[in-house]
């Protein structure tokens, strides 16, 4: 059983950065695939960013891509999400999953992906 608490979160003004921690603890840190979700009230949990294993590959999705980058420390257990020219819009709770399925290199995208999550850190963007 992986357990998995998340970290950095808060309020900042658009335009600002904010980086969000992952520490897992209970399983092989360096095995999983791990990613970030968010989730607004109301709405399906969407897809933020995911590193595998080896933390060369990673995927994001468009809304993201260019202002988020995950990263991953094997030897600390941790995978970072820093989130740069942060929008209104990026205003939601925050989580970290992983995972061991593989569906190919850099395929991590779906929440199908993972076994385990995290209680969500909220983030909020002031305009």
């Known amino acids: 059983q992986v357990q998995l608490v998340e970290s950095g979160g808060g309020l900042v003004q658009a335009g600002g950065s904010l980086r969000l921690s992952c520490t897992a603890s209970?399983?092989?840190?360096?095995?999983?695939?791990m990613g970030w979700f968010r989730q607004a009230p109301g709405k399906e949990r969407e897809f933020v960013a995911c590193?595998?294993?080896?933390?060369?590959?990673?995927n994001y999705p468009d809304a993201v891509k260019g202002r988020f980058t995950i990263s991953r420390d094997n030897a600390k257990n941790t995978v970072a999400l820093q989130m740069n020219s942060l929008k209104p819009e990026d205003t939601t709770v925050y989580y970290c999953?992983?995972?061991?399925?593989?569906?190919?290199?850099?395929?991590?995208?779906?929440?199908?992906?993972?076994?385990?999550w995290g209680q969500g850190t909220q983030v909020t963007v002031s305009s």
């Open positions: 999953a992983a995972g061991r399925a593989f569906r190919g290199v850099g395929i991590c995208n779906t929440e199908l992906d993972y076994a385990y």
């Open positions: 209970g399983g092989t840190f360096s095995t999983y695939t």
């Open positions: 590193i595998q294993w080896s933390a060369v590959y990673t």
